[in-house]
């Protein structure tokens, strides 16, 4: 098995193991992207929330290559107002 196969394979088993793992989070929204750039690693974080009623879940990746982050279609606002 040479090199880079390895690698291959052992970026598919995280991505799979990663998948196996966040799958329970269906229906989570993004509640924080934070990412920091330094001189020797960069770190982006992703926070989901549920609510109260299931705990918070962390996504942390490093030494990424690339980060992009594009924000959803707009949806109309809602009316705030009350019926008495």
């Given amino acids: 098995m040479t090199h880079t196969t390895e690698h291959e394979d ?9 998948a196996r ?3 329970g989070c269906a229906g989570y ?9 330094l001189a020797q690693e960069d770190n982006l974080q ?3 929330r ?7 879940v962390v996504i942390e990746l490093a030494n990424l290559h690339l980060v992009s982050v594009a ?7 809602r009316s705030s107002t009350r019926s008495p």
């Fill in 10 to 18: 052992a970026f598919k088993n995280r991505v799979t193991n990663a």
């Fill in 21 to 23: 793992t966040l799958s």
């Fill in 29 to 37: 929204f993004i509640d924080r992207i934070s990412f920091d750039a």
């Fill in 46 to 48: 992703i926070a989901l």
């Fill in 50 to 56: 549920e609510g109260p009623w299931m705990p918070d």
């Fill in 71 to 77: 924000k959803g279609p707009s949806r109309p606002a």
